[in-house]
């Protein structure tokens, strides 16, 4: 298992394998991940993780500020897991000041929890798409738990 905080080498050494899981989290690693994470395993050559505390997905920056940061724990989590790479990258490499671009849900994201939540799923969508642009994975695993969340990734994609 490497850590790795940005993709400069990675694309050359994953370019042989044609499937590449990754499951992208904000860190927090529990059953579910690990679930997620066995999952990408079974069906894949290699296995990426990532742990990012995306901040443009908290509507409130009093939650950003009080959400844990786990990294140390959630790394040791991961180590004895078949994990290939966890990708910890630094807020500026997801968005650096050149900008990224910014992806707005459909009217589904606008709803329910978009409602009582507003930009949250631009968030989401917006770290989502950059993610897949850095680690360009085959597939990716997400949980069901958010079906909202889970609904308007399949739809971006
Ligand atoms: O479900 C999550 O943990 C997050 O919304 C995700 C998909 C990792 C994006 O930050």
Known sequence: MKIILNINNLRKILKPFNDIGFIPTMGGIHKGHISLINKSIK???KTIVSIFVNPKQ???I????????QRD???RKLYDKEVDYIFVPEEDYIYPNAGTETILPNEIGRVLEGYSRPGHFEGVLTVVKRLFDLIQPSYSVFGKKDAQQLFLIKNMI
């Open 73 to 75: 724990s959630d790394i």
């Open 58 to 60: 908290f509507n409130d």
């Open 62 to 69: 009093k939650d950003f500020e009080k959400y844990p940061n």
């Open 43 to 45: 069906f894949n050559k």
